[in-house]
């Protein structure tokens, strides 16, 4: 067996960091045409083996979470802002019990309780003018401009402490919170991923944020436990009824680290798709009015009004679900989904082969990775790859993938990750969400959070920008380039 080709690089340790940090995509697509779906690139001094294409992402995603190992590539980034004895602090089996006590908070019951609470709070926010760079204009004929991505991250914060996270955190939020919060993501960068501890400011007030808000977290959770009050539909509750299989209760850090865990995993990638979502739906006033026409037709009320959707409707709207579909294919927020390789592991030869008598082996030392977004611009899968077009859901090929999504993981235990999943198994060229083990687990929740911020926009306010901007990738999650100001005008709602 032979290892994979190696990216030519001018560059010892450097390697190809420079061209797959500016831009990963183009890097990945230029590799696949001179090496074909495997590849290995140097990325300071780390050997990284990507594998492209729906038998890549199958090959990375569906392998053995022992051999593959996502807590190896990733602790020293999560564990300093999450906190001990949590995701990728424990082994993997602990983790998926933690997993699963999440999926418990996140039960069809609890989404439907939120529908009501993100409606109220975005139209709290579309009401406030200020620092949000949100300029109000009273004269429905006047038009305003709003920076998108202020104004998500605002949005997104605002409606998961709402919901998932509970009254103390959103109280928390017009107080200290939002600053604490603030300092804890300047420690979720690229450089935190490259340098685990560098002598800086940020990495120092990373520690010192995560600190007070584990702190905070463990308040509410002691008050809670003293107090008789009724909080069953947010996370912190429905953790605190949780036990592992060994009969222990999760301690009180443990609930604290993973709300922390949770509260950074929902909020980036959220607030980017919902940015791209606006910028898109902004760009193209024909899919805006279709959007407002399909809000009209399903929730108009006999007095001309419209009323809110339940979470069932609003999962039910097909042109919503192939808006937010279409987006997450082109912006999908993660663009490397990365493994430690603990153990050789030979590649099939159906995905990468040298020639009919040998094969590729991945050696133990490299880290994988898998980057379902370039399977999802692949030009030989979709048809003009580069046209954001939600009407390509439409057609039947598109639908038939919508199936119930389960994922068996190794213990044989079933994961039923609800409708709405598209990807089946772990080989697809779409897969947003990720597959196999570590799939994400907020899809649903992330559809409702999108797909009411969406409705309750578009309802209130119509929306244009010139052009949709590039993708800036020097942040974890992928966002969209500046300038992002997206110009609005009420609508006599
Ligand atoms: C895992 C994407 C929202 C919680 C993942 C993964 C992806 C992803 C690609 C797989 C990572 C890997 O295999 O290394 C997204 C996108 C979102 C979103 C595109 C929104 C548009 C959320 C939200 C939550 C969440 C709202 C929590 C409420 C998680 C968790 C995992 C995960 C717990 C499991 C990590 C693991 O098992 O290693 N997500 N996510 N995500 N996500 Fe999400």
Known sequence: PSLPPEVFHWLPIIGSAVQYGNDPLNFFFKCQEKYGDVFTFILFGRRVTVALGPKGNNFILGGKSTVFNAEDAYTHLTTPIFGKDVVYDVPNEKFME?????????????????????EEEVDEFLKIDPSFRVYQTNDINEWGTFDVIMALQEITILTASRTLQGKEVREGLNKTFAHLYSDLDGGFTPLNFLFPNLPLESYRKRDRAHQKISQFYIEIIQKRREGGEDHEHDMIAALMQQTYRNGEHLKDHEIAHIMIALLMAGQHTSSATGSWLLLHIANNPDVAEALYQEQVKFFSTPDGKLRSPTYEELRQLPLMDAVIRETLRMHPPIHSIMRYVRDDVPIPGTLSAPSKDTTY????????LASPAVSQMDPKVWKDTSKWDPYRWADPEGMAARAFDTYA???GEKIDY?????????????????????????????YLQLGTIVATVIRRMEMRIEKVPEHNYHTMITMPKKPRIISYRRRNF
């Open 361 to 368: 082996v991945v050696p133990k030392g490299h880290y994988v």
């Open 418 to 446: 609800g409708f709405g999943a598209v990807s089946k198994g772990t080989e697809s060229p779409y897969q947003p969400f990720g597959a196999g083990k570590h799939r994400c687990i907020g899809e649903q929740f992330a």
């Open 409 to 411: 993981d190794e213990s």
């Open 98 to 118: 933690q997993k699963r006590f999440v999926k418990v908070g996140l039960s069809t019951d609890n989404l439907r309780a939120y529908v009501g609470m993100i």
